[in-house]
């Protein structure tokens, strides 16, 4: 019996309280569905026996953080995706406000991020928005969000453009030319390799000109009389030098002879 007593003691003061975690806002909600629009629960435990009927709804009010791509025409109407991050978390002192006025505010929230990035981004090129006006357009951003935000009780920390893509064509045209500068680059290569090989047979065939030019003017000039003439003297003036005759010796022509040798 008092075990019993004990156990529907601890279930009572169970069910009488409730808690709200770390984080989070509570909101009162009595028996039937009215929301208590005066209360905000803390974080913690709260006891008290009307928590038997009454109901605690939390609400995540730490920042959170969306990120987004989007693909949106850019001031020279190409197609540009840009990715969006916002940072923002749920007023702590307005739950009940958005407990009983608010449906869907995660798709408000998105909803907003996109149409402030419709509303910027067309104004700028894809190029100024990678490099020169990106802080630019984040504050124009930011001057629209953290206005609309609070519409539905929702603060604003912070907008980052933290990614732009290079539109396709541009990026197509890019990659075309990259692609033409190499066919070029190789084209201007094997011309000159082409340029350099005709040159190398040019100068391979000149020199085999000059030296058949020159074995023939050099033949025509020894098969000449006067050459054969100039070589015949060479020759004779050769055994002259060494006392001989080419008519040989002992002889009226040649040198030596007892002939002569008597006449002296």
Known sequence: MKHGLLLLMAAFFISSCTTVESGHKGVKV????KTDMKTIMPEGMDMGISWLWNSCIEYDVREKTLVRKFVFNDSRNMETSVEIALDYNLNPTQVNLIHTKI?????????????????????????????????????????????????????????????????????????????QEGRNSLASKKELEQTNLAKA?????????????????????????????????EIEMEWAKKGVSKYGNNNVFGAGTSVIKGLN
């Open 201 to 233: 047979r040019i100068a391979e065939a000149k020199g085999k000109y000059d030296a058949a030019l020159f074995d023939a003017k050099t033949k025509d000039i020894m098969s000449s009389p006067k050459m054969l003439e100039l070589k015949k003297l």
């Open 103 to 179: 449906t869907d505010i995660d798709t408000k929230i998105l909803k907003t991020l996109k149409s402030s990035g419709k509303e910027v981004v067309p104004q700028y090129t894809a190029s100024d928005l990678n490099l020169r006006k990106r802080k630019e357009a984040e504050a124009a951003l930011r001057e629209i969000i953290s206005k609309e935000l609070p519409e539905f009780y929702v603060e604003f920390a912070r907008v980052q453009i933290t990614d732009v893509d290079i539109p396709k064509a541009i990026a197509n045209v890019a990659e075309e030319t990259a692609i």
């Open 30 to 33: 009595y028996w039937g569905g």
